[in-house]
């Protein structure tokens, strides 16, 4: 069997076009789940309203770094190139750098956000009640600092001198400058190994956390009223979300990125996607959030479903006011 071939512009317009699509919808989903969060309250959510606008936070933080640089990559020969499409890309290289290292931050926080979420769910369900706010930001400050870390790490592995474009590359085409990052340099090598312990890692902790999570909520099951096992049965939908989402967006394509350079694979022009799915972590991450967690999701229809009949009622000429319109349709959302 032979897949097509497809040629390298084809490439480059693809990726091009996932970056300013998830630029797009990913900032409004990312607003809309962020006004959600702060500026709606939902009593049933309050235990873990702090843990929820840090993962929008995330999201945001992720999204607008994503849109900035519009990353495109390829790896070639053992050695991983990066070209920033974007407006970072027309910035010196050492400012090019530092972009890349703030992009991998980014994608990292959102990786961890994952275990931090478990742990937290975990030490309410045990405890009964939510982290004090000053251990969750500390929490979520131990986070930031330990992606800083990684992604300091591995922006540094890049170097910009030119020979990039001795490789067959279609990144070539961009006219832009062209950064790599050669598995032949031990600093490089022990980076992408310490990258692939480190989701390892951070998917053992949540694992953890959310069994233990789960066997509590089991064995008390009839101590819970209807409601709190509906919304554990939604906070661990986001879990499972949350932990698929970056195999198919980061974690997957970070960790083929890593094998097809530690043994020097060719992944042919598919690995120029990679980035592009990155892209859509914001996206994918809010979208989930908002359609799995009820309140969120009866929230929305109701404001919609309001500003619907308010303009059918006004344009018909009808009797109605804005307290009836309204009250209607939340009887029809209940």
Known sequence: MHWPKFSCQFWLDFGHRCHWAASIFGGIVCVLLFYLVVFTNKRALADFRLILFFCCVAD???????????????????TLLVVLEGLGGLYSPQAQQIFIIVFAHSVVLVVFMLPMNCYCRHVLIMTSRPLRPSKTFLVFGVACM???????????????????????????RSNRLILRAAVDDLFT????????????????????????TLFYIK??????SSKALSLQQQLTRIMIVQAIVPILTSVGPGIMNAVTMLLKVEAGNFGMTVYGLVSWIP??????????????RKHLLRMFG?????????????????????????????
């Open 60 to 78: 945001i933080y992720c999204w607008l770094i994503s849109s900035w640089v519009q990353l495109s990559g390829d790896v070639t020969q053992g």
């Open 146 to 172: 330990l992606a800083g870390l990684l992604a300091t790490w591995a922006g540094l592995a890049f170097t910009w001198d030119g020979n990039g474009r001795l490789y067959g590359s279609c990144l070539i």
């Open 189 to 212: 090598k022990l980076c992408f190994l310490s990258i692939l312990i480190c989701y390892a890692t951070v998917y053992v902790a949540s694992i953890y956390w959310a069994r233990q």
């Open 219 to 224: 064995q008390r099951r009839r101590s819970y």
């Open 283 to 296: 996206f994918a991450n809010p979208l989930a959030t908002i359609i799995i967690i009820k309140p969120y």
């Open 306 to 334: 309001a500003k619907k009949l308010f303009s059918v009622s006004s344009s018909t000429g009808g009797s109605y006011s804005v307290t009836r319109v309204v009250s209607f349709v939340s009887k029809t959302q209940n």
